[in-house]
């Protein structure tokens, strides 16, 4: 069956520093790849999607940047991180057009 | 723009009562998604239903389609305790499978 892993769980970290949250994906192969960003409260925005290994689609100009250096690795990364980066990020990834979420990660920028 | 708008924005009902979640969206669909958050975990997936159909069940859930209203409706029935979490609609605006637009959800609350 597939399995879908996040880490860290949760992370804070200052202003400035650089960021990398991990995603990886088992038992399946080429699947399409999301990064999520949710505020508290509120819905998922769409922050990147990746149909295959070094195809990055970005939905929203941003401080964030994601690569996909394997079929089943996403990689969300920043230089710099700001206040407003502070967020629940979740990964996910489709099957016929259904997506599957991992746990997420809790990012406090601070 | 959100493409999916839940109705209401949260719902505190008793244990046993139905819930109905309503989802409005904005442009053509080849499916609608529903999706639930435990608070603080990842989103899992409910149900789905095609645009050419008009009603699903799903155990105690019961999704409708009205592609003339643009809206789609959730109802969970004899609701439980554990129901209580996030409900979120998604569709795929007719863009094929490869991404969808989530709403703000609806943060249902099912009291003991």
């Known amino acids: 069956s597939q399995t879908i892993h996040q880490w860290p769980a949760t992370l804070v970290q200052p202003v400035g520093s650089p960021l990398s949250l991990e995603c990886t994906v088992e038992?399946?192969?080429?699947?399409?790849l999301y990064w999520y960003r949710q505020a508290a409260g509120r819905g998922l925005q769409l922050l990147f999607y990746?149909?295959?290994?070094?195809?990055i689609s970005s939905e929203v100009p941003q401080n964030l940047s994601a690569s996909r250096p394997q079929d089943r690795q996403f990689i969300l990364s920043s230089k710099k991180l700001l206040l407003s980066d502070s967020g629940f990020y979740l990964c996910a990834w489709s099957s016929m057009g259904t997506q599957y979420f991992g746990p997420g990660t809790r990012l406090l920028v601070l | 723009s959100q493409q999916g708008e839940e109705d209401p924005q949260a719902l505190s009902i008793q244990e046993g009562e139905n819930a109905t979640m309503n989802c409005s969206y904005k442009?053509?669909?080849?499916?609608l998604q529903w999706y639930r958050q435990n608070s603080g975990r990842g989103l899992v997936h409910l149900i789905l239903?095609?645009?050419?159909?008009r009603e699903k069940h799903s155990g105690r859930l019961r999704v409708t389609l009205d592609t003339s209203k643009k809206s789609s409706s959730l109802l969970i029935t004899a609701s439980r305790a554990a129901d209580t979490a996030s409900y979120f609609c998604?569709?795929?605006?007719?863009?094929?499978?490869?991404?969808?637009?989530f709403g703000q959800g609806t943060r249902l609350t099912i009291n003991p």
């Open positions: 990746s149909v295959g290994i070094g195809q």
């Open positions: 038992g399946t192969s080429n699947p399409n």
């Open positions: 998604a569709t795929d605006g007719g863009q094929g499978a490869q991404k969808l637009v």
């Open positions: 442009t053509s669909i080849n499916n």
């Open positions: 239903i095609r645009s050419n159909e």
